[in-house]
Nanobody
Framework: QVMLVESGGGWVQAGGSLRRACADA????????MGWFRQAPGKKREFVSV????????DYVDSVKGRFPISRDDAKNTVYLQMNALAPEDTAVYYC???????????????????WGQGTQVTVST
């Protein structure tokens, strides 16, 4: 059973950086596509980034391209989101998600993802 546990996040000033991590505490042997979403107050949950089960394909929402590289360390069952050049509009609750390797996209719809982390607030101040 996949159990996603998130860490990182918190508060940072505009222009700063944070790193989010998402570990599969269930330590399942199956490989999963891993993604990040975010949800700001009063807004729908928004796709941020995905890295496929092989690590060969990544994708980003346009607003974070070039700022939020995604990576994975399968030896640690962990996916990372390095958030650089943060801006106030990046303020949101960030969630990691997993969907099996059987699925090949598109990844933008939250309903296609099977498992979710608990979510962590990221606040960027001016």
């Amino acid at each position: 059973q996949v159990m996603l546990v998130e860490s990182g996040g918190g508060w940072v000033q505009a222009g700063g950086s944070l790193r989010r991590a998402c570990a599969d505490a269930g330590r399942t042997e199956s490989l999963y596509n891993m993604g990040w979403f975010r949800q700001a107050p009063g807004k729908k949950r928004e796709f941020v980034s995905v890295i496929t089960w092989s690590g060969n394909t990544v994708d980003y929402v346009d607003s974070v391209k070039g700022r939020f590289p995604i990576s994975r360390d399968d030896a640690k069952n962990t996916v990372y989101l390095q958030m650089n050049a943060l801006a106030p509009e990046d303020t949101a609750v960030y969630y990691c998600a997993a969907v099996g390797s059987y699925y090949s996209g598109p990844y933008y719809d939250p309903s296609v993802w099977d498992y979710w982390g608990q979510g962590t607030q990221v606040t960027v101040s001016t």
